[in-house]
């Protein structure tokens, strides 16, 4: 596998990525970077390429030009379960729960699938983790919404991934649970260093957040900082922030 060396200091990088489906240019020459246990938000209008970048980054779409690494090592060409394995995780819409077994069996067996890793975390662990350690012995089936979502996240958790992507994990979200899952991203940095990426539409979610902020407009990042700044570019607001601004 190639190294790369410029890449020191970060995580991920994609380099000049670019993804084509005929003749719709979904990413067009993204740049972006991670820090290991950096949190940030990728905003966006529908189309935009977020979920298309997500696919690029698991090696689910190979860019048509440039390249993703992942600690140095350029990622083309690898099955998911492998990527899976280098330390990226990530949350799909659709639920991934055992309704008929309890929160604290769900996180069980997440581990438990796992080969045996100094890292990995126990499922009481992980229950601190997604603050559901008073909910441990509910059924994950009944669970509101909210709460079922961060039962995937911890089943993702106990993989102790280094990367953690979501696309719109707050989406159906009561105004509380969005804020809940802010606080939740947030605690994943700090306690186990956790790098997440968040994919969100959900400015109250982006400004409880309170970290970096990549933009993308028509396949291209068009700007990338902390909310603060980036919501004062009047092409964001324009383009994306509209009323919420
Ligand atoms: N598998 C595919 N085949 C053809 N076109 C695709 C494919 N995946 C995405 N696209 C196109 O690429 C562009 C970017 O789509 P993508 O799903 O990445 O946007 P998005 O920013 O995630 O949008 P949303 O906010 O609606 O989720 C769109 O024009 C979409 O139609
Ligand atoms: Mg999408």
Redesign the pocket.
Known sequence: MPMSHEASGSLLHVRRVT?E??G?R??DGVDLSVAPGEQLCII??????????F?VITAQ?PPTRGEVAFEGRVLAGLAPHHIARLGIARKFQVPSVFEDLTVAENLEVACFGLAASPQRPAAATLLEQIQLSDRADVLAGRLPHGARQWLEIGMLLAQAPRLLLL??PTAGMTGAETLATAALVRRLAQDAGTAVVV?E?DMRFVQALDARVVV?LA?RVVADGRFDEVRRLPQVRDAYLGAHA
Request: with cysteine.
């Open positions: 993804r489906f005929g719709v979904a990413l966006g209008p529908n189309g935009c390429g977020k979920t298309t970048l696919n779409l696309d719109e994919v539409h993308m396949g």
